[in-house]
């Protein structure tokens, strides 16, 4: 199985800061398809996950873009340009490039 | 609306079995390849398996953990997604979430769960 590795695992931000979560996976996402298989999710408390970000860097209909993707290979990054209030939650990145698919272990966002 | 609504989740003995549904609406059920990602109490998210449409062939694949004791089936007249889980242990304790994370709808905007069931295996 491809094992996604997450850093921070919390993080405690004041709003209107930026922050950064890294995602390193043991194996490249990059399919012959000439696509990587990343995404990353956001989890609020007591709602099931939804989707952020697609492909390592595409936006997801509806999110802001003070949330964006980047990465190549193994190692990807999410970045908020700015928190707010709403971003606390648990963020997680996802492969799909091969089964089964595979979370990172989360980072809990909360906002100081 | 788009709608997945799980069912099913309670409290069974460890070898125990369970049944759960999803129940959609909103959407083409037929035509979604249909996932279950479970969640265990404080934990991160571990993706349980899927069933393609039957136009793909309606084949399952199921996580190591899981393969040989659970079987996802589909009924599209129902627009119903099931997960039949056997022989229960402890570490299958999770809310169970149906969702279309496998369907690659994302590309259209479109990334449906349900709100999740809770199973609790426990003597």
């Known amino acids: 199985d491809i094992v996604m590795t997450q850093t921070p695992l919390s993080l405690s931000v004041t709003p209107g800061q930026p922050a950064s979560i890294s995602c390193k996976s043991s194996?490249?996402?990059?399919?012959?398809?000439?696509?990587?298989?990343l995404y990353w999710y956001l989890q609020r408390p007591g709602q099931p996950p939804q989707l952020l970000i697609y492909?390592?860097?595409n936006r997801f209909s509806g999110v802001p873009d003070r949330f964006s993707g980047s990465g190549s290979g193994t190692d990807f990054t999410l970045k908020i340009s700015r928190v707010e209030a709403e971003d606390v939650g648990v963020y997680y990145c996802?492969?799909?490039?091969?089964?089964?698919?595979?979370f990172g272990q989360g980072t809990k966002v909360e906002i100081k | 609306e788009v709608q997945l609504v799980e069912s099913g989740g309670g409290f069974v003995k460890p070898g125990g079995s369970l049944r759960l549904s999803c129940a959609a609406s909103?959407?083409?059920?037929?035509?979604?390849?249909m996932s279950w990602v479970r969640q265990a109490p404080g934990k991160g998210l571990e993706w349980v398996g899927r069933i393609k449409t039957r136009t793909d062939g309606g084949t399952p694949d199921y996580a190591a953990p899981v393969k040989g004791r659970f079987t996802i089936s589909r009924d599209d007249s129902k627009n119903t997604l099931y997960l039949q889980m056997n022989s229960l242990i402890a570490e299958d304790t999770a809310v169970y979430y149906c969702t279309t994370v496998d369907s690659g709808w994302y590309l259209l905007g479109s990334d449906y769960w349900g709100q999740g069931t809770l199973v609790t295996v426990s003597s």
């Open positions: 996802m492969q799909s490039i091969q089964l089964p698919k595979t």
């Open positions: 492909e390592v860097s």
């Open positions: 194996q490249s996402l990059l399919h012959s398809d000439g696509k990587t298989y």
């Open positions: 909103g959407f083409t059920f037929s035509n979604a390849w």
